[in-house]
């Protein structure tokens, strides 16, 4: 009988090894573990009647070849099922997963939104307008006289008119140069004591360079009320760039010529790269040019319709870009407008 158990053990693990589908396997378990008529299960049971001296030697034998023939075929199920799961989309859960890749704020909107909580708490209102305006917001209602030289600096972009149709100077479409052209809009429309900015964007038609593109962001605001001072002004600018840079910063008047403030200035920041010693940033002057500011000139608070003589107030221009590029070290401003998520991916 032991001759016996090894043929059938064999045969057993060869028909296992054969297998190639959970139905093939279930008929080989049938076949020599079937409880009616498994061969190993004919072969235990013939086991009782053997004569005393061999029934236990051959009894053990029968049962560990049993539990060696159905190991094997527990081992092979497993790998079975385990390829069909696969194939099927199964997956493990304890494999650690891929991270999903999540959104973030591009830098000039990280920027912007902070700039308009610094204002928003010193009681500004945010106010988004026009790209597309005229001639008359974008630069006569501040003050530009027709044909004034200072217009031809902002490279202006017109849109494109039937030449059969007589257009007015003041309504020829063009993109805005400067968000200076929401200004009257605004003021037309909201009585002083006026506390506002606008962040937007601007076109014009530049030859490009790192400091330069065609598309680029501007946050203009302004303050009209009675008794506004250029106290007023510093005091403003010098409470954001502090909050910006996330240190007390200096701030510095030059004279600066823009028709639409008298005095105009150009406000300089002292040099957050090398707290004001000099480097390359600052051209080693320890200052760096960043914000376009004055007085608002009478003759726009004209073009308001505000009483003549009640009001002053003080307006400024920040080259947001500019403002994002010295935060985050940006050297050349086409990487914001250039889609490259190299970069963006960064933020
Ligand atoms: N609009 C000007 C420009 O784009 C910048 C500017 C200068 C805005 C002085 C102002 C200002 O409000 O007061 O060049």
Not at 128 to 150: I, V
Request: glycine letters at 8%; a positive charge.
């Amino acid at each position: 009988m032991p001759e016996q158990i090894e043929k059938i053990r064999q045969q057993a693990l060869s028909d296992i090894g054969r297998c190639r589908s959970e139905k093939e396997l279930e008929n080989v378990r049938h076949k020599y573990l079937g409880r009616q008529d498994g061969q190993l299960t004919a072969i235990l049971r013939q086991v009782s009647r053997l004569p005393e001296d061999q029934r236990q030697a051959t009894g053990s034998l029968a049962n560990r070849t049993r539990a060696e023939v159905e190991q094997a075929w527990q081992k092979k199920k497993a790998g079975i099922v385990n390829a069909g799961a696969t194939q099927a989309g199964y997956f493990d859960i304890t494999v650690p997963g891929t991270k999903p890749a999540t959104g973030h704020l591009h830098p000039l909107t990280r920027i912007r939104l902070e700039v308009q909580e610094i204002f928003k708490s010193m009681g500004f209102m945010v106010q988004e307008g026009n790209e597309l305006t005229d001639l008359y917001y974008n630069f006569l209602s501040l003050n530009f006289p027709e044909n004034h030289p200072a217009m031809d600096s902002y490279d202006t972009f017109f849109i494109k008119e039937d030449p059969k149709q007589k257009i007015e100077l003041e309504k020829r479409q063009v993109m805005r140069a400067h968000t200076s052209n929401m200004q009257v809009r605004i003021m037309e429309k909201n009585k002083p004591p006026l506390k506002v900015i606008v962040p937007g964007r601007c076109f014009r038609n530049e030859a490009t360079d790192a400091s330069h593109d065609h598309t680029f962001h501007q946050i203009e605001g302004f303050v009209v009320d009675e008794n506004i001072s250029i106290a007023n002004l510093v005091y403003t600018q010098k409470v954001l760039l502090s909050k910006i840079f996330g240190q007390e910063v200096k701030v510095r008047l030059r004279p600066g010529y823009f028709p639409f403030v008298e005095p105009g200035f150009e406000l300089d920041c002292s040099c957050i790269i090398c707290g004001g010693q000099g480097c390359s940033v600052c051209k080693r002057t320890g200052w760096v040019e960043l914000i376009p500011c004055g007085m608002i000139h009478p003759k726009v608070l004209e073009s308001a319709g505000y009483p003549q003589g009640k009001y002053t107030g003080f307006a400024f221009g920040m080259g947001w870009s500019r403002l994002a590029m010295m935060k985050y070290e940006i050297d050349d401003i086409r990487l914001f407008m250039g889609g490259d998520l190299r970069f963006l991916q960064q933020f």
